[in-house]
């Protein structure tokens, strides 16, 4: 499949807010169901102000109709897999192809690490974790006995009648790898569109090794948006706190200034086989609704 044939889709991701977290989700996703925007996005923020993410998309799909939600990401390390498997399978069966998950294997900040406390070493439950829920997402019953956790003819009640796919995070090495051995997609976070490249080609090759494949149009990236008529101010701070999760990247490299730069970004990745966006904004939008009619009157026309 040629780029020019793979769907390109450009969804929304719940950012920092001016106001109380609620309120700003409940403005964001009747704004993104009004304009008839492909998807919102929930981060994990366990201690920041954030409505948490699996309580966020079922609220989101109970209240639209055709709106896609999704996660970015889910930390599941330090939950129970079983229980986040019960939580998406009810979501999917009352809300059929609407349902976006994204799993991470450590919080965004190490200050919120402490808040899922895990087994063994982080990697390894990740991935016992991710097998966990996926067998109970597609087995009417589940026997597991692994290093940390245990299942006995378990099952998952109701299942959507088509199997969620199961999307992961990370850029290192390792991890892509592991998108290729156990994900069905990859959406990435603060990274060029030539690394966003490169990386999907040691997914795909990590698939193959595998015997697995993961399909063409299964990756994405997040992306940062300064509005225009940020402050400098602002700017910089969202540049600083970008360039503190890649420091060694220049922090212009991980932010699009304004909604021409997102244009050619998007381009820019698309070349390189990445199709899937979750633009995000950089700094606390003045306005959702103004945010959202800007994002529809630049970037939505870019879906195909």
């Not at 690394?195 to 999907?200: F, H, K, L, Y």
């Not at 090759?205 to 494949?213: K, N, S, V, W």
Request: net charge negative.
């Amino acid at each position: 499949m040629t780029a020019a044939a793979m769907k390109v889709r450009i969804g929304i991701g719940a950012g920092p807010s001016r106001h109380d977290p609620a309120a700003a989700t409940l403005e964001l996703v009747d704004g993104c169901e009004a304009r008839g925007i492909d998807s919102v996005w929930f981060p994990d923020r366990i201690a920041a102000p954030a409505v948490e993410p699996i309580v966020a998309m079922g609220w989101a799909v109970g209240r639209t109709s055709a709106l896609k939600v999704g996660s970015g990401v889910i930390v599941l390390p330090g939950r129970n897999p079983a229980v986040v498997a019960a939580q998406l399978a009810s979501l999917a069966a009352l809300a059929p192809k609407r349902i976006l998950p994204v799993f991470g294997l450590r919080p965004a900040t190490a200050e919120e690490r402490t808040a899922y406390p895990v087994p063994g070493p982080r990697a390894e439950v990740f991935e016992e974790a991710l097998t966990v829920v996926r067998r109970l997402l597609t087995e009417e019953s589940v026997t597991f006995h692994g290093a940390f956790f245990t299942l006995d003819d378990a099952t998952v009640e109701p299942r959507a009648a088509r199997p969620l796919d199961l999307w992961l995070g990370g850029l290192v090495p390792a991890a892509l790898r592991r998108v290729g051995r156990l994900a069905d997609g990859w959406l990435a976070s603060f990274v060029t569109p030539a690394e966003a490249g490169a990386a999907r080609a040691t997914i795909a090759a990590a698939a193959t090794e595998a015997g697995r494949e993961v399909e063409e149009d299964h990756y994405g990236t997040n992306l940062l948006v300064l509005p225009p008529g940020t402050s400098e101010r602002d700017a910089d701070r969202a540049r600083a706190s970008s360039a503190h999760r890649r420091p060694d990247l220049d922090a212009p490299d991980l932010v699009a200034d304004g909604w021409d730069d997102a244009r050619r970004r998007v381009a820019r990745f698309v070349d390189e086989g990445i199709t899937k966006f979750v633009v995000r904004p950089a700094v606390a939008p003045a306005s959702w609704p103004g945010f959202l009619d800007e994002f529809a009157e630049h970037l939505v026309p870019l879906e195909t």
